[in-house]
């Protein structure tokens, strides 16, 4: 009978206990075993975001039509991500060394991929958009079709300076009045980080 007493006893003052008590008691124990959480950093290389670069480059050209070698200026700005991709927009003026009033400009843009090895950044290519053509002593003028595959290589100075060793271009003009025509070149200049 004595443990029968036991039990009703320890019955009662369990009702006894106020359910705010109980609450208090559960946050308490949740509190001492909760342990502190530990952040962790996103790798550089997986990061995302954009990159807004801008920049100037010399050119040399082999142009097809006559056998010109042209010299020239180019502006490009790219738009890139840390996962190596990116989009790129160049305006190219081949003006100086002309013979017989003879010059060009394209117009065009396209996705780039890149990869970073220490200070180097290679990187491809593959442009399209238009070129205007300035025949011999000004008898015509055309706007045609451009395709630019290429590629090159950028060497890193700071982390907003970069010298762009070389680019290579490679111009297709498939819808030249006199039938394809194509030139090549390389070009060097400095590319800086705009944001």
Not at 136 to 150: D, E, K, R
Not at 159 to 182: K, L, N
């Amino acid at each position: 009978m004595k443990s029968f007493h036991g039990f009703d006893r320890l019955r009662r003052e369990s009702k006894a206990m106020r359910p705010g008590a109980v609450v208090v008691l559960l946050l308490a124990i949740c509190f001492g075993l909760a342990r502190p959480a530990l952040a962790q950093v996103i790798p550089e290389g997986d990061e995302g975001g954009l990159k807004i670069w801008a920049g100037g480059t010399a050119s040399g050209y082999d142009l097809q039509y006559g056998e010109r070698k042209m010299l020239g200026i180019a502006a490009f700005a790219d738009v890139s991500t840390n996962r190596r991709f990116g989009v790129e927009g160049e305006a190219r003026w081949l003006v100086f060394n002309q013979t017989a009033n003879v010059k060009t400009t394209t117009y065009m843009i396209g996705p780039t991929y890149h990869r970073d090895f220490g200070r180097f950044q290679p990187y491809v290519k593959g442009l399209v958009g238009f070129g205007d053509f300035n025949f011999p002593y000004n008898l015509a003028h055309g706007s045609y079709l451009v395709i630019a595959p290429g590629g090159g290589v950028d060497y890193r100075i700071s982390r907003r300076i970069r010298i762009r060793a070389a680019d290579f271009e490679y111009q297709i003009w498939p819808e030249f009045t006199y039938g394809s025509m194509s030139s090549y070149g390389i070009s060097t200049g400095l590319r800086i980080r705009v944001f």
